[in-house]
């Protein structure tokens, strides 16, 4: 007797681990720009499937390894719409609200606990763009740079982006 051991995932981004929303953007910063999820999914998450700006589709895991996609698993009807880096990252923080699939076009609503207010994930997204570009940069800045950090993220809110902050304090202390 074959017995598969996958369930029916809700589609719902926010039901999805923020350790997982890591793995994925992991594979997003190296492999595609845009994500679509199959709704079939068994162990830590549903499968995945990234697409790089050339068209280009990987398929990974709930593990966040390879994966060779069956025929139709990606298909409208078996997956959620197309998410982007940015949308994920918000996910990842708590913050995305209803998400309009592309396969059925309905609105999916946030669970009934209260989200992060708008500053509270624009906080969190400052934090993580100057995070990536230090942890990007880390060997071309001087050691010293954390002392700036706060003047940084006050530059960021502002509406610079990670490199342009860096780059003022760069010109303006070293």
Excluded: C
Excluded at 133 to 158: C, Q, V, W
Aim: hydrophobic share 35%; proline share 3%; glycine share 10%.
């Amino acid at each position: 007797m074959t017995t598969t051991r996958s369930k029916r995932w809700n589609g719902n981004i926010e039901s999805l681990k923020a350790d997982y929303l890591g793995g994925v953007i992991t594979q997003m910063d190296t492999y595609g720009d845009r994500v679509q999820f199959a709704l079939a999914t068994s162990g830590n998450g549903p499968r995945y499937q990234l697409t790089n700006s050339a068209g280009k589709k990987m398929a990974f895991d709930g593990n966040h390894h390879l994966h060779h996609p069956e025929d139709g698993e990606f298909a409208p009807g078996n997956a959620t719409g197309v998410f982007t880096l940015e949308q994920i990252k918000l996910a990842k923080v708590g913050g995305l609200k209803p998400a309009r699939t592309l396969s059925t076009g309905t609105v999916k609503r946030a669970s009934t606990t209260r989200a992060p207010s708008a500053a509270t994930r624009a906080k969190d997204l400052v934090d993580s763009e100057k995070y990536e570009y230090f942890k990007a940069n880390r060997a071309t800045l001087p050691d010293t740079i954390g002392e700036h950090s706060a003047e940084i993220t006050a530059m960021m809110r502002a509406g610079m982006s990670a490199e342009q902050a860096f780059g003022e304090i760069l010109k303006k202390y070293f």
